[in-house]
């Protein structure tokens, strides 16, 4: 999966920063998803009193809620041990790319992870470059000293298309890496797409050319791409 985390303190410009991105890899054709960090121990995303919050209160550890543009799921589980792994399991199979905003604890020192630092003071600047690694670039209402040192700094507001440009540099080999891997199986049960995890696709690839290998006038190469649809059919059809 290809990640970008966007980090920083209160009120730095991470959301600006995110906003921009999000907006800008969306134009290029990328499928986007964002993960936002929220510390706060007692925080809900659900409203007291709600059905939803009625059902979790109940005891529902999974609550789903389906409206006619969107569909949320709570889970309610304890997150204070979570690494990156199990947090982007809960993100779709079909994205692109994922950005993270916060957990700065969690992947500061993540070298498979990229970041983008936003910074309001001179010492947070200098506290980011010895902790996080590696960094794409600095953004957010540093003081104009620090701007002009030899480090990579972007004003998102100024010229939001130069960190879209810097993300799409660092993450479009990946990203095409993945899609074509994707592409090689792809099955589809009445419209949805099955998500397959790469252990299970190559179980299901060689299995299905194995099969049609031993079809008359067949010959497999072992490059192609396979699609299987499987549709319901109902008796008055």
Known sequence: MSIVAVVG???????????????GLTKR??????VKHIPEADFTIDTEG???????RAGASTVVSVAPNELATIKKVDTTKYGLSEIIRNVEDDVDIIILEGFRKLIEQN??????VAAKTTNEVLEASKRCKPILSFVGPIPTEVAKLS???IDVLKEPERLVDLVDKKLVALVEKRRKR???????????LLPLNP???KIMRNTILA???TLRDTKIKGDENLFVTIRSVSRHE
Do not use: C, M
């Open 111 to 116: 070298s498979a992870v990229p970041k983008i």
């Open 29 to 34: 054709g990328y499928r986007i998803a964002t």
């Open 182 to 192: 994707r592409e090689d199986i792809r099955i589809q049960i009445d419209g949805r």
């Open 199 to 201: 252990f299970v696709q």
């Open 9 to 23: 303190s209160k009120k730095s410009g991470k959301t600006t920063a995110i906003e921009n991105l999000v907006q």
């Open 151 to 153: 480090i990579s700094y």
């Open 211 to 213: 099969i049609v290998s």
């Open 50 to 56: 709600k059905d939803t919050w009625r059902h979790a």
